[in-house]
Each structure stands twice: as C-alpha cells, then as structure tokens.
C-alpha cells in the first residue's frame, strides 16, 4: 500500500491481496461519492471490471449498504437468499454463492461512532462459512485501509463543490471528528509555560524559525504560454523530489533511521497523481504555474484544518510543507537562508526533520516550539542532541522578537522571555551546578552499578526510537529494558511493515549487542492510536481495549510484529515482552502465536533465536496477585509501574483533579512490587522495574531493597542512579525497603528514601548534591 501514489492503484492492489489471503473468487471496494449520497464499485478483482464506477447503492440498499448501515464485519454464507440482498446483472455476480465484508470506518482520537466511507466485500463461488479470523483478517484490512482512502477523498473534495463539502465536514463533526475554530492568538507575556520534552536549561537568543516563503507576497508573471508554465511546474516537483531524496538521505545518516519516514510521505505526495493532476488543472485554468500551486495548496489546507484529529491536521502540514519545497524549486529560492547564531533557542510552530538537515544542529542550544508534544520531531531531536526542550508552548511565535533572550527550563516547561536579572542569575547558577554534577556522573559510565557491599544490579534504559541508543551509549546503559514499539509506529505515522520493524528492531539488537535489548509489542489503545488501528470511542479507555487486547483482536498484524521480531532475534541479544498481560489465558493464547510464528520462520529456513526469552509486564494489580501462576509461563517479568500505581490508586493521571493522587510509592504498590518479586524468585526467573520509578532518586534505595536485579529508566537519569547504587549497602536498604511496605502514606515513603540519602552523603555532595534536590523536588512534583 505504501508504494501504491494513485488511490485507484491502491485499491488495485488490495483487493488482489485480500482475495489471495482468504482464499477468495472476488474481492471488491465501494466506496462513498463525495455526496455521500451512494456506495459506488471502485475497485474489483473477479467482478466485471466494467461495472466499476457505474454500481451505485443507495445507504442501505443491497449486502453491501447492510455492512455500511450497521457499522461491523458480516458473513452471509447464502448471500442471494437474504432480506437485502440485490442483484447487479452488469457485475456478473450471480455466479456467487457467499459473501463477507467489513465496513471502512475513520474516528477521530475520541470518536465513539466514526464515519463510513467505504466497505470492503469478498465473495465465494462455492457456499462458505466464513470463520472468525476471516472476518478478522477482513476487519484488519478494512482499517488499515479507511485512512488511506480518507486521505484521498479529502484531497479529492477540496476541488469539488462547496455544498458537498458543507455536508462532509457536517457528517465529520457529527461522527465525533470535530472542527477546529480559528487560532487566537496569546497576549505576550514574560512567562509561557509548555510541556517539558527534553531536561536541561538553556540561556540564549532567540532564532524564530518562520515559514520564509510568503506565497501570498511573491512578485511572479507567468508566461503567456500554459504549456511552459506546466513543464516550469513540473520540473519544479522533480527537483522537490530530489531534494527530498537527499534531505532523507542526510538526515537519515546523522540522526538515524526515525526520521526519514516523513520524507518518504512528502515524496509520495509529489509523486500522487491525484495532486499533480490538479496542480496541472490549475495550471490550464489560471495559466500560472505559482496560481495553482496557490489554489491546490490553500483547498488542501482549508480541509484538513477543519478536522480535529492530530492524524490529519499533520497531513496538512505535510502538504504545505511540500508545497514550499515546490514554490522554492520553481522560483529558485533558499528555503532557509538566516545564519544561526552560536548558541541559538530555535522557536517555531513545529519542526520537521527537514530544518534540522538545514541548520547548524551544534549551534543550537534548546528548541521551543507552539505545537507538539513528546514524540514530536522537534522533542525526538532535541532529545538526541541533548538540549532543552518545551513543546505546546501557545503563543509564544506571537510574544517573542528575534535575538531576544529567552531561558529554557526543560525539566519544568517554563520558557521566560526578556527575563530580569535576578531570573537570569538564578538560572546561571542552576545552570552551572548541573554541569558540575553532570561532569561527575558521567566518570561513572564505565563503572558497576554495585553496592559498596557486592550486590549488582543491571542500570538499562527505556528508549522509543533508534535515535535514542546513542543516550544509551553516552550515558552508560547496560541494555534496553523497554523498548516502546509504538513509538516508531507513531512516528510513522501508521504501522511500519514487517520488514521496516525487522529492521528498525535489528538495528537496535546490533547498535548494542552484546547487551540485552528487550522490546515490548505494541501498547496502543488508551491515549495512543495509529491509522489503522484505532480504538472505538470509549467512556474508560485505560481500561478498554487496548494494549495486548488491540493485539490480539487484530492477529494479522501481531503476527507481522512477532515475525519482526523474531527475525532480528537472530543476533542472540533480544528479549521479546507482552505488555498488560491480567490473565493466564492471555498468556497462553500469545504463547501459542508465538510458537507458530517460529514454526511459519522455520518452515521458510529463516533465522531466528528458538530460545527467544519470552517476558510479560506486570502493570495490572491481577498479574502481582497472580503472579505465582503466571511466572511458570514465562521467562522473566518486567514490573511497569505506571500503569500499575494507576491501576491500584485507581487514579487517571491525565485528569488534573485527581492526578495529585497518583504517586508510585505509596505503600499499596510497594506491596504488589514485593509480591512480584517473592514470586519471580520462588519461580527462579529475573524480574526488573521500568517505568518512571526506576528513575526518582528516592525510590532507588527502597527499589533495591526489595530486590530488584534491574532498573530502566530515563537513559540520562542511569549516572544519578549508578551514583545511589554504589552508596548503598543491602543491609540498609533491606531494612528501608521493609519500612517501606509499612509505611502509612507516600510522605512516610519519601522521608525514608530521603534518609537513605541523605545518611550516605549524597544529599550534601559537594558535586551532586544540589542538583539532586532538585531533581527529587522534580520527582516528588511527577517529573523524572
């Protein structure tokens, strides 16, 4: 589907694979006209292909407006003899006896019913039965499907008429996909507060990173000729093409692999023949190679605006972004001619990968930007630079002025702008001290995390995307303990295939081989979703569908990650880890898919680690009580405390009247922690702690007093960890981690970590001790 740049192409080749993959006479997609008034045939393969764009039915008319109607996969083993069913003599289809399809439905992040646009049917010559996984499979399909076709059909309404585009984006609120009003601007204002992505603090003069191409101001004459106008145009896309093709390349070499997929969808969109069409239009119509691209261009960005969902919203910036790369190839302009200077705060409305290819990476000092959070590119490479980052920070384009100086605290997301002298001290000084205390804790990265009594423990670290190793490597981490594949997933904007996870995952096993590299499957659902794989609009989604759940409902595409998976466990060096496991069942039925994953690779003489160790993520207070029979099951656990501090204080953290409720050590999971450990042991198996937890200094002591062999955490935060670790002695923390499970409260808990601390020294360290107390006032605040 990635390959295909024409939807009609996509189409094409979709119903081709389907009918393969469940052993099918026909497969066909209707699709919704941009009036939404009927299901029109686009696409078929075992139909006459004659009547493609010419059967046209009414909503709920025939099988097929049945599926659309009721919104979820059906089977009708005697199609002709149902209630709805209706006869189109120019398809040929009387020759078929059954029939099964699924409907394709887009949702916004909180849609509880969604829009229909489309169903995808299969049918049988012989009468069949279709099973559970077929219309499984067929749902899957149907999903990853609906935002391709939604794409394009939006691309295709900008140039339709206004009255169907009223009635789309009508029928788009009313699904839950809500529009978005116009941006207002923020008064300016000496503090702006965001969200903190990357630690650090940063003091210096503001670079403001603009769209520098004005479409609207640009002095341009066409010629008289439209036809040269087109081939100026075109030439205009292919040398955008080429740019891209380089900037992948660059970017792909300095910073790795994650950030090239952007590049890849911008390429596709030059190469759409949906929007060259219409740039081409544009042209026969206005007779300026500049008009069109202005029309198609602001149509585009009119549509996608109007839908409130970040999926789409990033379309559009992908869209304008492209069409400034093409403006520049056809006027020869630069796209980013300002010099930084040394020591620069980059601030934009959001960052693409692409800026960072265009400037002096080693120049800037923090990025701030208006839109994004922590997995946007702007956070992504702020963190593999290691400078300060704060995204959401609104209004701030709005409030700042060139070289103005402006401090950055990336571990509170405050950003001051002109700030006094007194502010500005202060910063320097906190500044300075974590630099001496940096400079400490990185002379310990080629030391044992040890107890000075001989106990060892393993310091791994949490990462998301291959960018984040080389913090493994500066910092010192002994392996991966969680390696969050959704995270690539969300970066890509969708489900990478098979062999771009294979080798994203393989990547990562060789970057740190020989050390361990554990990597979690998908854990979507809740507060992230893919195209493809959304979840329904939920009233409590932490505790719906999601993780392990979504997984195991869509197996087609878990049997793709576990084949990924188990493809890069050839180096010897991966663990493979089931997150939200709360049931023996569960288990077994993952375990099940995994042994035939291995029978599928072995059958096709393809590598892989058979003894691949086979862990699951205690996050769910039934798995700690449970755990005694769930460990004979598996080979390790892996304790991940933010969902389980959420579980057992009931607490969403999200929600701000509760949030100050949701505190890792208070005393409940301290117990279910110990539980898990008992367990792990009487088992024989490792058990390790990942989440924030593994990472606040005042956990640390009483972590390892419970037992913990391994702690992942925040990559940077392994040095400050290390540093406990090795001022520790077992006794003590025995005794405060015993303390512990009897405390009372959450403050009892603190005062006791706080102790430990302080009674080794580390609180008044000449070195560390003052950026210590902050970061645990940071912890104690839910930072990390």
């Given amino acids: 589907m990635s390959r295909s740049h024409d939807l009609r192409e996509t189409l094409d080749n979709i119903v081709d694979l389907v009918a393969k993959r469940v052993d099918a006479d026909v497969c066909s997609v209707y699709l919704t006209s941009t009036d939404l008034a009927h299901l029109v045939l686009q696409a078929t393969i075992g139909l006459d292909r004659s009547a493609v764009g010419e059967v046209r039915l009414p909503p709920g008319q025939g099988l097929v407006g049945h599926v659309a109607q009721f919104g979820h996969p059906e089977a009708f083993a005697d199609a002709q003899e149902h209630e709805a069913y209706r006869y189109f003599p120019e398809t040929g289809e009387e020759r078929f006896a059954s029939l099964a399809a699924a409907p394709l439905i887009v949702r916004g992040a909180e849609s509880a019913r969604g829009l229909t646009i489309g169903v995808l049917v299969t049918q049988t010559r012989e009468r069949r039965e279709f099973s559970a996984e077929d219309l499984e499979l067929l749902d899957t399909c149907a999903r990853l499907l609906a935002p391709v076709v939604m794409n394009s059909q939006l691309l295709a309404l900008v140039s339709g008429n206004a ?7 009508e029928e788009l609120g009313e699904a839950g996909l809500d529009m978005v009003g116009e941006r207002v601007a923020s008064e300016r204002s000496v503090e702006i507060r965001g969200i903190p992505t990357s630690r650090g603090i940063a003091i210096g003069p503001v670079y403001v990173l603009g769209d520098d191409i004005r479409l609207d101001r640009l002095d341009y004459t066409p010629g008289a000729d439209a036809k040269q106008e087109w081939l100026d145009l075109a030439d205009a896309l292919e040398g955008a093409r080429r740019e891209l093709h380089d900037l992948r390349d660059d970017v792909g070499d300095r910073f790795g692999a994650d950030f090239t997929s952007v590049f890849n969808t911008h390429i596709q969109m030059l190469e759409d023949k949906g929007f060259v069409g219409k740039l081409q239009e544009g ?10 691209l202005q029309r198609v261009l602001a149509e585009y960005a009119q549509m996608f605006a109007a839908i409130e969902d970040p999926y789409f919203q990033e379309r559009g910036t992908d869209v304008q972004d492209v069409g400034q790369r093409v403006v520049a190839q056809l006027l020869g302009l630069r796209h980013q001619a300002e010099p930084l200077a040394d020591g620069s705060v980059v601030i934009a409305s959001n960052l693409m990968p692409a800026h960072f290819a265009l400037l002096e990476t080693e120049k800037i000092r923090a990025i701030v930007s208006e839109h994004g959070g922590p997995t946007s590119h702007g956070a992504i490479f702020a963190r593999a630079l290691e400078i300060p980052s704060v995204t959401g920070a609104t209004g701030i384009l709005d409030s700042t002025r060139a070289g103005e100086e402006v401090i950055v605290d990336g571990d509170t997301g405050r950003v001051f702008l002109s700030p006094d002298e007194g502010l500005r001290m202060e910063y320097e000084r906190a500044q300075q001290r974590a630099i001496v205390a940096l400079e400490h804790l990185d002379a310990l990265a080629e030391r044992p995390a040890e107890t000075w009594d001989g106990h060892r423990v393993r310091l ?11 913090l493994c490597e500066r910092h010192g981490a002994e392996g991966v303990g969680l390696f969050r594949t959704e995270l690539l997933a969300l970066v890509h904007r969708g489900f990478p295939s098979e062999e771009e996870q294979e080798q994203l995952y393989e990547g990562a096993a060789q970057a740190l081989a020989p050390r361990p590299v554990t990597i979690r499957t998908l854990d979507l659902g809740g507060d992230k979703a893919i195209p493809g794989l959304e979840t329904e609009g939920e009233e409590n989604p932490q505790l719906g569908w999601r993780s392990i759940r979504l997984s195991l409902s869509h197996v087609e595409s878990f049997r793709a990650q576990l084949r990924a998976i188990l493809r890069a466990s050839a180096l010897g060096n991966v663990r493979l880890l089931i997150p939200m496991i709360s049931q023996i069942d569960e288990l077994r039925r993952v375990r099940a898919l995994i042994d035939e994953t291995k029978q599928e690779l072995a059958a096709s003489e393809i590598d ?14 039934a798995a700690a009580v449970t755990a005694d029979v769930l460990a004979p099951e598996c080979d390790f656990f892996s304790i991940g405390t933010n969902d389980l501090t959420q579980y057992t204080l009931a607490v969403d953290r999200g929600n701000e009247r509760v949030a100050h409720l949701y505190d890792p050590l208070h005393p409940a999971v301290l117990n279910l922690i110990d539980r898990t450990v008992r367990s792990a042991e009487r088992a024989g198996i490792p058990v390790s702690l990942c989440g924030e937890m593994a990472s606040n200094p005042l956990a640390v002591p009483i972590l390892i007093g419970l037992g913990l062999g391994e702690l992942s955490g925040v990559a940077s935060a392994v040095p400050v960890v290390k540093e406990i670790v090795r001022a520790l002695d077992m006794g003590s923390a025995a005794t405060d981690a015993r303390q512990a499970l009897d405390a009372a409260s959450p403050a009892e808990v603190y005062e006791i970590g706080a102790n430990r601390l302080r ?14 107390r902050r970061s645990i006032e940071r912890s104690r605040d839910g930072g990390v």
């Fill in 163 to 169: 009255e169907d585009r009223a009635r789309v984006v």
């Fill in 283 to 292: 042209v026969k119509d206005t007779g300026s190679a500049l008009a069109a």
């Fill in 460 to 470: 791994t670290a949490n990462v998301g995307l291959l960018s984040d190793l080389r």
């Fill in 608 to 621: 892989f680690d058979p003894e691949l160790p086979l862990g699951i993520m205690i996050e769910v207070p």
């Fill in 759 to 772: 009674e080794a020294g580390l609180l008044d360290h000449p070195d560390i001790g003052d950026w210590l």
